[in-house]
């Protein structure tokens, strides 16, 4: 599992996310690039306020989670 952590407040939530999704992506394609297989995992300290966050996300394979949430992981 490769966890990239990021603040998030309503000012800078756009910026944190695309951020932190590029940061963990990055993190993923190195470590898969020497023969690791790694779980992506952005966390966040709450909830993204536009939920297509989520599914883009999902369908980068990269696990958004924020306090209340880290049960998905297990």
């Known amino acids: 599992m490769v966890v990239e952590v990021k603040s998030c407040t309503k000012q800078n939530e756009v910026r944190q996310l ?3 999704i590029g940061q963990v992506l990055d993190y993923d394609d190195s470590l ?4 690791r297989a ?3 995992v952005l966390y966040l300290e709450r909830e993204p306020s ?3 966050w989520v ?3 999902k369908r980068h ?6 306090p209340g949430t880290e049960h998905v992981l297990v």
């Open 18 to 20: 695309r951020m932190g």
């Open 32 to 35: 898969r690039a020497r023969g």
């Open 38 to 40: 790694v779980l992506p």
């Open 50 to 52: 536009d939920a297509r």
């Open 55 to 57: 599914a883009l996300a």
């Open 61 to 66: 394979h990269v696990h958004l989670i924020w």
